[in-house]
């Protein structure tokens, strides 16, 4: 037991002794990581702790998207697509390319 106290003393096991115990923390670590970073991927326990704050869904298109599907799509005619167009237009501050402010 005195050897194991005493590394420098010819015999004990010296700093080896701490590579175990490091090796399983990282090990541990490596697999906490893994497990967190695929679980936030595919909307798991993570997306409950984001708050208002979170990312806006991409999937979700825009109101003005989709006024020009359904204008392309023939569901709307063109002076209904251009109405409609200018009152999102003021609703959301977009203005046309040309427009100057």
């Known amino acids: 037991m005195f050897e194991l106290a005493h590394p420098w003393s010819d015999g004990g096991p010296g700093l080896w002794i701490l590579f175990v115990p490091v090796l399983w ?4 670590f490596g697999v906490v990581t893994l497990l967190r970073r695929t679980g936030r991927r595919h909307g798991g ?3 409950y702790f984001r708050g208002p704050q ?3 869904r ?6 003005i998207a989709v006024l020009g ?3 392309a799509a023939g569901e709307i005619d063109e002076e ?3 109405r409609r167009l200018s009152v999102l237009e003021e609703h959301f ?3 046309a390319k040309g427009d100057t402010p």
Do not use: C, M
């Open 69 to 71: 599907r359904r204008f």
């Open 25 to 28: 923390a990282l090990v541990i």
């Open 93 to 95: 501050g977009t203005g």
């Open 58 to 63: 991409s999937d979700t298109p825009s109101p």
């Open 80 to 82: 209904e697509y251009w």
């Open 54 to 56: 979170g990312p806006a």
């Open 45 to 47: 326990p993570g997306r």
